[in-house]
């Protein structure tokens, strides 16, 4: 066991006196049963008009109850069914009543949290996450063709698995500052509140399959339950739940009968150890931690029926409705997590609605790699492509108006424009760079309007298929100078994502207009959108951007962006052309560096105007009596508003409001010599001038 030390709530590390104080003695749970006795219960749910589960994952939820017999009752329909229907999107989810399960028996954290959607590697990814694809899918019973209410997920092996648990359990560990880790509440009183549970369907890539529950809603109470039986210690609350749960990881394929006999076993040793002793007297460290985390009350979604009453189609989407309801704020903690999730469902209705085909949904769903994309849609084995396909899903030809209207839908907006769009669509769009350094900043360019320019959106484009990607990027650029609206639009897609990943466009900053050619300066403001609409227009922007492309994807480091005319005009007495090549005095070709080079050559006269209109204008430096003196009048200003807005909530709740009277006490002490230096120090009417010294000051 780690020390005390090792446990960390939510207000820090633990004293060293010991465990948190015992609020609930831990309750002594019953052996689990053999399996033989379990076929009643497992009956009863299978034969329950409102459950839709396969033979397997009514298994999974009956073996592990501490009580079959009450699970039993809980789903007979006779007298009366005490299922639980969840109104959710497009239909209805059948819980069953709470009732308690054993921790260490089937049940895994949320091996795909949506939580933390918008950080996991994809496929596409350099260094792609092996162990984990990227969402859940509604399983489809082979002899019926129809979803049950069992998710199914693939990956390559046990080890694969253990991995994403362990992904899991570390994202909630140190998730929002630890505030997600209940272990003190653990180990005061155990887990009060039931935790939701979906059964999912592990398919490894050898053909096998295994069959967990996942928390659904909990994820952090299961998580601080192992930290709570393990010491407080995160990798070895890890390391338990995957050898207890999962199992050996040497062995390939699903766990074998004899391996979820030895788990039952295990259970069965640690639940009689632990009620031998709760009935000593004297509550030892161990008991206490054994017995609060043997066993946790849960519902178990066990059904899922359509509107029309048909089974439902989209468990995924069902289960991200009904863990929003279950809390005030939406699941995911952040705003990229909740486009990711949302934009996951919008391509799950699309590709039902056939808006786009298996092969695109493939790639939009992070399960393909490059060299898959290939192979699949024809274009360039690029992550570039990868960000162009979801763009041309989403926002090129007709679909175009079906995907805005599903946009719209899923995040209830009556008016889904390029800002909207692009802000969601970023995550997503993106995602094959999720491991990049700064990538924050590239969703944030992206999300400020991106690349969706008058000739990329509701117009018709197509991606250009091929396998080089060097020569795709001359193709179109070929027929973009020669006028093709769909390469031009296609160039501005590719050219521009290349250039927002690289840094050569960023968002409009709503800083002073720089006048410094530096890293994040450029002469004058403009979005993404606004500057790549400029570019698009031109035949050195379209030469710049092709560039750009061409340099995003090379191998090579020494192929750099080159800079390129955009408007005809004279410089130094000569005559340059719109597409020729900016030459510097050597009479090489300008590179582009940072954005600056890029917004100074898609508008130079603008960017020339700016600078000068900058350098006339003289720097007006604030005094600082006079930013002390400002300082002094906000601050007294809001003290009083503060003081005000206290004096009127204390009619309600009394002179605490205040704080603590030291506090106020110190408060009180720092106004009275705040006044004492402005009766001294200040312009004054009276003759007489107040002594700090002699009322006690500083």
């Known amino acids: 066991m780690t020390s005390p030390e090792s446990f960390a709530g939510l207000d820090g590390p633990e004293p060293d006196d010991g465990l948190p104080p015992l609020l609930r003695r831990p309750e002594a749970v019953a052996d689990p049963q053999p399996v033989a006795r379990l076929r009643r219960a497992r009956k009863a749910l299978l034969d329950h008009p409102e459950v839709s589960l396969d033979e397997e994952a009514a298994n999974v939820v009956t073996s592990g109850a501490v009580d079959p017999v009450l699970l039993q009752a809980l789903v007979a329909v006779e007298p009366v069914s005490l299922l639980t229907a969840k109104p959710v999107v497009g239909g209805t989810l059948h819980v069953t009543a709470p009732h308690s399960r054993y ?114 809603d909990g994820n952090s109470r299961l998580m601080s339950m192992w930290l ?21 990881m040497d062995q390939s394929g699903a766990r074998s009968r004899a391996e979820q006999g030895l788990a039952r076993r295990r259970t069965a040793e640690l639940t009689a150890r632990t009620r031998k002793n709760l009935a000593v007297p004297a509550l030892t460290e161990a008991t206490r ?24 189609a989209d468990l995924v989407a069902a289960r991200d409705d009904l863990l929003a309801n279950l809390h005030v704020h939406v699941t995911p903690w952040t705003r990229g997590a909740q486009y990711t999730q949302g934009m996951q469902r919008v391509y799950r209705h699309a590709l039902r609605e056939g808006l786009i085909s298996p092969e695109v949904y493939r790639v939009l769903s992070g399960t393909a790699g490059v060299q898959d994309m290939h192979e699949l849609l024809g274009v360039p084995a690029y992550r570039l492509w990868s960000a162009a396909v979801h763009q041309h899903a989403v926002l090129a030809g007709p679909s175009a108006y079906a995907m805005n209207r599903l946009v719209k839908q899923e995040f209830g907006m ?53 396998g080089a990607g060097a020569e795709v990027l001359d193709d179109i650029l070929g027929r973009a100078l020669a006028g093709e609206a769909g390469a031009v639009a296609e160039l501005t897609v590719l050219g521009g994502t290349a250039a927002i990943l690289d840094g050569y466009i960023t968002r409009d900053r709503g800083s002073k207009e720089g006048t410094d050619r530096d890293s994040r300066t450029a002469p004058f403001r403009a979005t993404p959108v606004s500057l790549l609409d400029v570019l698009s227009k031109t035949a050195g922007g379209l030469r710049m951007l092709h560039s750009i492309a061409r340099a995003h994807i090379a191998a090579d480091p020494t192929v750099l962006p080159k800079q390129f005319h955009t408007q005809d005009r004279e410089i130094d007495g000569l005559l340059v052309h719109d597409g020729e090549p900016v030459l510097d005095k050597a009479g090489e070709q300008v590179i582009i560096d940072y954005e600056w080079d890029l917004v100074y050559a898609a508008d130079p006269a603008r960017a ?91």
């Open 414 to 466: 009556s008016k889904a424009d390029r800002q909207r769009v692009s802000e969601r669509l970023a995550p997503m769009a993106l995602s094959a760079y999720r491991s990049q350094d700064g990538i924050e900043q590239l969703l944030r360019a992206f999300g400020n309007g991106g690349t969706i320019t008058d000739r990329v959106w509701k117009q018709p484009w197509e991606l250009t298929l091929g």
């Open 289 to 312: 931690r054994e017995g609060h985390t043997l066993a946790f009350p849960a519902v178990v979604v066990v059904g899922a029926r359509a509107d029309g009453g048909g089974p439902l």
């Open 103 to 216: 921790l260490d028996l089937d049940v895994l954290p949320d091996i795909i949290n949506q939580r933390w959607a918008d950080q996991l590697p994809t496929a596409m990814d350099p260094v792609p996450s092996t162990f984990l694809a990227p969402t859940y899918e509604t399983l489809i019973e082979p002899a019926s063709g129809k979803p049950v209410a069992v998710f199914t997920v693939r990956m390559r092996d046990r080890k694969a698995l253990a991995r994403a648990v362990a992904v899991s359990m570390r994202h909630t560990f140190y998730a929002q500052k630890g505030e997600n880790d209940y272990t003190q509440s653990v180990l005061q009183q155990g887990v009060k509140e039931p935790l939701t549970l979906f059964v999912v369907r592990v398919v490894y890539d050898d053909g096998s399959e295994d069959t967990f529950l996942v928390t659904g």
């Open 608 to 698: 020339l105007a700016t600078i000068a209109k900058n350098g006339r204008e003289p720097q007006e430096l604030e005094a600082e009596d006079v930013r002390q003196r400002r300082l002094l009048t906000s601050g007294v200003v809001s003290a009083f508003e503060a003081a005000r807005s206290l004096a009127r909530m204390h009619k309600s709740r009394g002179p605490e409001v205040f704080g603590h009277v030291d506090t106020v006490d110190e408060l009180r002490e720092q106004l009275r010599q705040t006044e004492a230096i402005l009766l001294r120090f200040g312009p004054s009417r009276s003759p007489f001038l107040l002594d700090i010294d002699e009322e006690g000051g500083e």
């Open 228 to 248: 709570a039986r393990t010491g407080g210690d995160v990798e070895a609350a890890i390391s338990a739940c995957i050898s207890s749960v999962i199992g050996s």
